[in-house]
């Protein structure tokens, strides 16, 4: 079946404009998860969606950062007045709780942003 | 805070040598231990994963034991192939949905 797809996959900007990324997770799955890759890091924690709710935004950086899923699949991860610091490749990831405590998650390609 | 610690890479390897990719976590209760695998142009994929102490998680000739003496989940392959190069990332889920990952090893196999 489908995976995790984001768009856009590429995404330029000037510093101080607004852009929402986006994440369609797999059908069926009730958590979705936003993380945060510099170029040489692993994935950094932003947000946890368990249906509609943020479950926990503990990893988001600032108030510039906002994430919503309002029907309890898409998601749209939103940043305020970008800035260069914020140039990373965003990873959606989504998962169905299994209920064991070791939840597979199952990412997306990602979106590169580039804060000029 | 949780955290993992990894081995940093490159690691470059000849085909069918044998394969370490040692991973030391922090965390305050019982994890669950993974090992995700990034290939060139393509998305995290997840390798394999262990719940509790002693579990060996393996998948496609790798294999990684949880320690908890030692909070450690080192992964292993007795024979790479060039196809095993990719970037590998060991990870740690806290049981409250929140996932660390280490800072990622990429492995070379050369033929």
């Known amino acids: 079946g489908a995976g995790v797809s984001q768009t856009p996959s590429n995404k330029v900007t000037e510093k101080g404009k607004y852009v929402e990324l986006r994440c369609d997770p797999i059908s069926g799955h009730t958590a979705l998860y936003w993380y945060r890759q510099s170029l040489g890091q692993g994935p950094e924690f932003l947000i946890y969606?368990?249906?509609?709710?943020?479950?926990?935004d503990s990893g988001l950086p600032n108030d510039r950062f906002f994430a919503v899923r309002p029907e309890g699949s898409v998601s749209t991860l939103k940043i305020q007045r970008t800035e260069r610091g914020d140039s990373a490749v965003y990873l959606c990831?989504?998962?169905?709780?299994?209920?064991?405590?070791?939840?597979?998650?199952?990412f997306g390609p990602g979106t590169r942003l580039t804060v000029t | 805070g949780d955290s993992v610690t990894q081995m940093e890479g490159p690691v470059t390897l000849s085909e069918e040598a044998f394969l370490t990719i040692n991973c030391t976590y922090t965390?305050?209760?019982?994890?669950?231990l993974f090992w995700y695998v990034q290939y060139p142009g393509e998305g995290l994929q997840l390798l394999l994963k262990a719940t509790k102490a002693d579990d060996k998680g393996s998948n496609k000739g790798f294999e990684a034991t949880y320690r908890k003496e030692t909070t450690s989940f080192h992964l292993e392959k007795g024979s790479v192939q060039v196809s095993d190069s990719a970037v590998y990332f060991c990870a740690l889920n806290d049981n409250f949905n929140k996932f660390y990952f280490g800072s990622g090893t990429k492995l070379n196999v050369k033929p």
């Open positions: 969606f368990q249906g509609t709710g943020a479950a926990d």
């Open positions: 965390a305050t209760g019982y994890p669950s």
């Open positions: 990831a989504s998962s169905r709780d299994s209920g064991e405590g070791s939840y597979e998650q199952y």
